[in-house]
């Protein structure tokens, strides 16, 4: 007895179950891709923008334990006149309460021969890079006087300082009013008579955003990393930050069209710039 051959599949039937198949991965596709989109950065905004991972052993404020530093930063051209003083200053303090980093023309070497206090010794960073007053380079400087302070986890306070800079007070005074205090200490107004912001820094640096101020500031830790971590704003610096060229005598006049920088005038850009890295991130 002859076995009944199957019967075939009606093609309607095979067209129906294809079409299930189309629809269920289409679904699964945009739930991925949902997803992607729902935990990937905001690529439209400029803090999201893509930059290399950097990695650093950090601990912190909140969660280190032990004796807590202020890390004194020295931007110098070259040595600290005014070394005597701060080594009157540091005598008086427990050597575990501090840490002193300079950053100096490259070579140049703190010893018996070029300071008159032992507590500057062997305190120039050994990456620094040469200076241009008015130029972005002095921003990269601090941020290699930050990135270096950073590396001890017991610095949770860091005080930014130039050649010129003398302290008021005693250090035991200094080191109990900064260490009380939960805030960053910054200089910033606003000067509507200032024309030193440049209209293509926007949309990264916003003119409603563009404040004055001091460079030299006090930081806590959590804010020296916000700065040295920033790979949004410090490039717009590094594009517009620049000096003015030399006047040319034989233009005479035409010096005011030809060589105007709106991003500079007699007393230069940059003794604001790290200051509003700092406020723009922060969001002071």
């Known amino acids: ?40 950065p905001d690529l439209s905004s400029p803090n999201s923008l893509s930059r290399p991972a950097r990695v650093r052993s950090r601990i912190s404020g909140g969660t280190f334990d032990g004796i807590p530093k202020i890390a004194f930063l020295f931007l110098a051209r070259f040595n600290l006149p005014l070394d005597f003083l701060w080594g009157s200053f540091f005598e008086n303090a427990d050597v575990a309460n501090f840490s002193i980093y300079i950053h100096s023309a490259p070579g140049f070497v703190f010893d018996e021969s070029t300071t008159r206090s032992l507590f500057f010794y062997d305190r120039q960073l050994t990456n620094s890079i040469q200076v241009i007053w008015g130029e972005s380079s002095m921003i990269e400087a601090e941020r290699l006087l930050l990135e270096s302070a950073l590396e001890d986890p017991a610095n949770q306070r860091f005080v930014l300082l130039s050649d010129s800079c003398v302290p008021l007070y005693n250090f035991s005074y200094i080191y109990r009013y900064l260490m009380s205090s939960s805030r960053s200490f910054v200089d910033s107004f606003l000067d509507a008579k200032d024309g030193r912001y440049h209209p293509k820094m926007s949309p990264v640096i916003p003119k409603e955003k563009w404040r004055k101020g001091s460079q030299w500031i006090s930081l806590l830790r959590s804010h020296a990393e916000v700065i040295v971590d920033d790979e949004v704003v410090l490039p717009v610096f590094k594009k517009f930050c620049k000096r003015r060229p030399p006047m040319d005598t034989g233009k005479g006049k035409l010096n005011i069209v030809s060589e105007f920088n709106p991003l500079m005038n007699a007393t230069g850009l940059t003794g604001h710039s790290l200051f509003y890295l700092f406020e723009m991130r922060i969001g002071g």
């Open 1 to 40: 007895m002859m076995k009944k051959l199957p019967a075939p599949v009606p093609a309607r039937q095979v067209l129906w179950l294809g079409w299930k198949l189309v629809i269920l991965l289409s679904v699964a596709l945009c739930f991925v891709a949902l997803l992607r989109l729902h935990f990937s």
